[in-house]
C-alpha cells in the first residue's frame, strides 16, 4: 500500500506543483488534470483495485489527502467529494451498482455529492428534495446548494426524502431537467468547482436508486458524512504543513532588527503553535482512520473530534501565518492567504465547528456518564 500511496502523492505535486495560485486566481482546475488523477485511480484512491481504484486503506488514503491538501486545497476538495460519492455507491450499491458506476470514478469521471439544501445545511433532516420511483424510473425534484466539485461533476449522488425516510440517487448532470450553476467568488476553495443544482422532474432508470432507500435521513448520511469528515480533516493537515513550511522558510530568511525572525521570540511562538497544531490534527486524524479502517464502534465519534480539531487548528495556523508572513503573505492567491480562506471554510463545512461541538459533547456525555 505504501508504495501506492507514494505514487499517486508523487502524481499529484508533479501535476499540481506551483499552480494552485494560478488556479485560485482563475477559480478554475484544468479539466485534463482532474480526468488524468481520476483516470489514475487517485480522486478516490480507497475504492478497491478490482474497480480501478488504488485499494489504500484510510491511513495511507489520508497521507493522500493531506498530500493533497498540501499542495491545493481546491484540488483536494474535488478528491473528497469523489471520495465520498465513490464510498456511498461502495457502501450502499448492489454488485451491478459497483460493477457500473466505480470503473467510472476510477477512469476519469467525477462526481459531486448534493447533501446541503438552501434551507438545509446542518439541519439535513429539513432537506425537500424528493425522490420518487414512477414505474421503472426514479424521479428528483428539488434544489442543492454548495456541491462541491459539481462544476466537472458527470454524475451526482443526490440525497432526498423518499416515502416516510429518505434515500440516496445516481444522478447524471446531463439528464434532463437538471441545471448547475456555478457559485461566483467564493470565500476559499476557489477553484473546487462549487455550485448549486436544480432538478426539476429529473427521470433516471430506476437502477440508479442506491441500497438503503427508506432509512431515517441522518442514519443515510451518517457513514457518507464520516467519510467526508475523515478527507476534510486529513485535507487540513495539508493546509498546516503548507504554512509551515512557508512560516519556517520565511522566518529563516527575513532579517528584522538586526537577526532573522526565527529568533525573535513572539515569532517563535507562532512557530511553536504552529507546529503543535499540525502535530495535533495529524494525531486526531491518524487516530480516526485507524478507527475506521479496524471498524471500532465509536469510529464517527473519532471522525468528528478529528475533523473540530484539525479545522481548528488549521484555520488558527492560518492565521498565524499571515501574521508571520505579513506583507510577504497578504497577496490574495499566495499560500498562505489561501490557506487563510481555505481553512475558515473547513470550520463550517462537512458539519460546522458548533455542529461538531454539540456531537463532541453527546459523546462526552455517553462515555464519561
Known sequence: MGESVDRAAALVTELAAGQAEEWDER?????????????????????PESFGGLGLDSQDNGRLIAATGETCSSLRSVMTSQGIAAWAVSRFGSAAQKAEFLPRLTSGETAGVAFSEPAAGSDL???????VQDGDTIVVTGSKSWVTGAHYASLLVVFGRFGNGAAMVVVPTDAPGVSVERIPSPLGCRAAGHASVRMDRVRVPAHH???????????????PLTHGRISVAWGCVGILRACLREVVRHSSQRVAFGSPLSQHQLV??????????ERTATYACEHASLEWDTKKPR????AVLAKHVAAEQAARGAASAVQVLASAGARSSHVVARAYRDAKLMEIIEGSSEISQVLLADEAMTVWA
Do not use: F, N, W
Not at 27 to 47: N, S, T
Not at 125 to 131: G, L
Open 27 to 47: 477559480a478554475e482546475l484544468p479539466r485534463e488534470l482532474i480526468r488524468e488523477l481520476g483516470a489514475k485511480g487517485a480522486l478516490c484512491a480507497d475504492v
Open 125 to 131: 433532516a429539513a432537506m425537500s428534495t424528493e425522490i
Open 209 to 223: 436508486l442506491l441500497g438503503g432507500a427508506g432509512m431515517p435521513i441522518m442514519m443515510l448520511v451518517s457513514s
Open 268 to 277: 517563535q511562538r507562532h512557530i511553536a503553535e504552529l507546529y503543535a497544531g
Open 299 to 302: 469510529y464517527m465519534a473519532t
